[in-house]
């Protein structure tokens, strides 16, 4: 006994690392188990240990009983069970049987007596892997259990594969789901804003067909100074059908980044003085008093500030009862300017703050003052890809009911001009109010 366990000792230090060992290193796999069953516990052990002595990395469990076995094969993972066929009550057929049912997957091995070939073949019939007969040929059984090792991964690594394959394409449809949802809303909210912009584009081309009617009717009639007024009102009307149409070419422009600034050095406050100029000649707001002030140079594309801040009054006119100050400030901090402008207005919740900068936004049921037009929901956008532009950035704050401040915040010195200006003081803080009513 102690030679042939030596013999065996022997062999399986000269045995080369099996492709199936090698495979479980290189997946850092657990370690292969196998069950054996006999209820001739002398047969069992040896058998188990001419397995463990000549397979190495190999877990081996034994079983005197296949209803014990059966138990085992419940808690553990098995990779192949070799049972003698021939035991008391269940024997290794019925054994072979409940497994095919219920573990197909897991290879069984029989061991039957000398001379019962035919039991043997039924067995294969039945789903056995294979079989070896009494008295065992150890390199044989051996050789055939190791293939049966070798298969059970090769199909553990192939359910692998394709569970995780599964997963991928479950995720990945999952993913074109999300897509396809989300391209459906994509496409709804464009239909939305292209039957907005096809509404707000045809109410002053309406306005502008009627009063043409009119005024050629009153031509026609000789009532030259009403044709006169209906004329100006159709300039009015064109005017605001151009604004839109120039909204919707700077929003294309800024998506396709073809925005691009002209920037020189720049009076801020002559900008200011300016705009409000033009804000207040349109008629509707009273004038202002010129403040004295010293310039505040940055350097920006004046036309596009300029811009950015008529949009910002514009909307403190539309969104204000009439009368109601606007209040437009100008200060100087030490790297950065502000340009604010305050209404008592309606005010935004902070629930449609949260989106006003969003392209054709616009805060539902927020209702215009009357005489004013209502916007395809750029401004707010368009004024902050200036502003970001210029390397500044937009801050409001706004109470239902009470009004809104938005500041336009640029940086005073852009990289070409700070070095010039490291060197020199810390210009002083300013700060210049103009304060603008809007007018019945
Ligand atoms: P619009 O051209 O429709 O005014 P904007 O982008 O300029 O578009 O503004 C987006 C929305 O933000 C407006 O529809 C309005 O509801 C809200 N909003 C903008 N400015 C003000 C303001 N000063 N007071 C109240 N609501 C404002």
């Excluded at 750029?378 to 704050?397: D, S």
Aim: negative net charge; glycine residues 4%; charged residues 25%.
């Amino acid at each position: 006994m102690e030679q042939q366990y030596q013999e065996e000792k022997q062999i399986a230090r000269q045995r080369p690392t099996t492709p199936l060992v090698q495979m479980e290193q290189s997946e850092k796999k657990r370690i292969p188990r196998i069950l054996l069953v006999d209820d001739d516990s002398a047969a069992l052990s040896a058998l188990s240990r001419t397995f463990r002595l000549r397979m190495r990395d190999i877990e081996v469990d034994t079983s005197v009983s296949a209803i014990e076995a059966l138990s085992l094969l419940k808690v553990k993972e098995y990779d192949a069970v070799i049972s003698d066929i021939k035991m008391p009550g269940m024997d290794g057929m019925q054994l072979l049987a409940k497994l095919h049912e219920n573990m197909p997957e897991i290879p069984v091995l029989l061991i039957t007596g000398h001379g019962e070939h035919e039991l043997a073949m039924q067995a294969l019939q039945e789903g056995a892997y294979d079989y070896t007969l009494k008295p065992i040929d150890r390199d044989f059984f051996v050789a055939s259990v190791r293939r049966a090792l070798q298969t059970r991964q090769l199909l553990r690594l192939v359910q692998e594969k394709q569970q995780a394959l599964e997963q991928y394409a479950h995720s990945l449809e999952s993913q074109v789901e999300q897509r396809t949802r989300e391209l459906i809303s994509v496409n709804e909210a464009k239909d939305r804003m292209l039957s907005m912009v096809a509404h707000e584009l045809a109410t002053p081309l309406t306005s502008l067909k009627g009063l043409l009617q009119l005024a050629h009717r009153r031509l026609n009639n000789g009532a030259i100074d009403k044709a006169i007024r209906d004329i100006e009102t159709m300039e009015i009307s064109a005017n605001h059908l151009g604004v839109l149409i120039q909204d919707l070419r700077d929003a294309i422009h800024i998506q396709t980044s073809q925005f691009v600034l002209q920037r020189s050095p720049y009076d801020l406050v002559k900008l200011c003085q300016n705009v409000l100029d033009e804000f207040i000649v349109d008629g509707i707001s009273t004038p202002c008093e010129s403040p004295q002030y010293e310039p505040l140079e940055v350097n920006i594309d004046s036309n596009r500030i300029r811009q950015a801040l008529l949009n910002l009054l514009t909307n403190a006119r539309k969104y204000s009862p009439k009368g109601t100050p606007i209040t437009v400030t100008l200060q100087r901090h030490a790297t950065e300017v502000s340009l604010s402008v305050s209404d008592r207005g309606s005010g935004i919740s902070v629930e449609h703050l949260a989106h006003i900068y969003e392209q054709f936004y616009r805060v539902p049921h927020s209702n215009v003052q009357e005489g004013e037009f209502t916007g395809l929901g750029l401004g707010l956008y368009i004024t902050r890809a200036i502003v970001e532009q210029h390397g500044g950035h937009m801050e409001v704050q706004s109470r239902p009911g009470e009004g809104s401040t938005f500041s336009i915040i640029l940086p005073i010195f852009t990289d070409d001009t700070k070095a010039a200006h490291e060197s020199t003081a810390e210009a002083a803080p300013l700060r210049i109010t103009w304060v603008v009513r809007v007018m019945i």
